[in-house]
């Protein structure tokens, strides 16, 4: 019996956890991280590197894909700051691990942040204009959630999405995961 080589045992350590994550979960949502602006910073460098955060994430998009599952990469920006009851903006170290807020709110840092990345990508599904597909392959055009082109963009004063023409998550359709539609009836 051959042992495995060691490229193989490496893309099983991270495709395995990614496959599961996405098998699992109708929506997946993460912080779109700029992997190569992080290991700038030589003390964490090394770390962040060995990690594999990067080859996590494209795990995550290619079995999002291969499943039809939804995946969201979000804005980092302030998911651990933003209070998830209030919106507040709390700011603290990255010493600091519990997020405690002036409305009462106190939690776990990572776990305030988990929160505020599901409502950023809750947000965004259906949307064009989402984080990820900023840099898509469409150039400046940017297609939804469901890799769909459209013509609207949230803020620009349409009060109506255009419907899709592909098939949600059966939980999506449920309305468990979805904030309402705003619609244009008087």
């Given at each position: ?41 030589h ?42 009851d209030?919106?507040?903006v ?20 990572d ?25 898509s ?50």
């Open positions: 019996m051959q042992s495995r080589t060691p490229i193989k045992a490496t893309l099983s350590k991270v495709s395995s956890p990614a496959r599961c994550v996405v098998q699992s979960n109708d929506l997946i949502a993460y912080e779109d991280l700029r992997v190569r602006n992080l290991v700038k910073n003390c964490r460098g090394l770390s962040i590197n060995d990690a594999g955060w990067y080859q996590f994430r494209k795990w995550l998009e290619h079995f999002g894909d291969k499943f039809g599952r939804i995946t969201v990469a979000v804005n980092p920006a302030y998911t651990s700051q933003n209070c998830s209030c919106g507040e709390v700011k603290k170290s990255l010493s600091t691990r519990t997020h405690v807020c002036q409305c009462g709110c106190r939690l776990d840092r776990h305030n942040a988990a929160i505020n990345i599901l409502r950023k990508a809750l947000s965004t599904v259906g949307h064009t204009g989402t984080w990820i597909d900023r840099r392959r469409y150039g400046n055009v940017d297609p939804n959630a469901c890799g769909e082109l459209a013509s609207t963009l949230p803020g620009s004063g349409l009060v109506e999405q255009a419907d899709s023409m592909k098939q949600e998550s059966p939980r999506l359709m449920t309305g468990e995961c979805q904030q309402p539609r705003l619609t244009n009836n008087p």
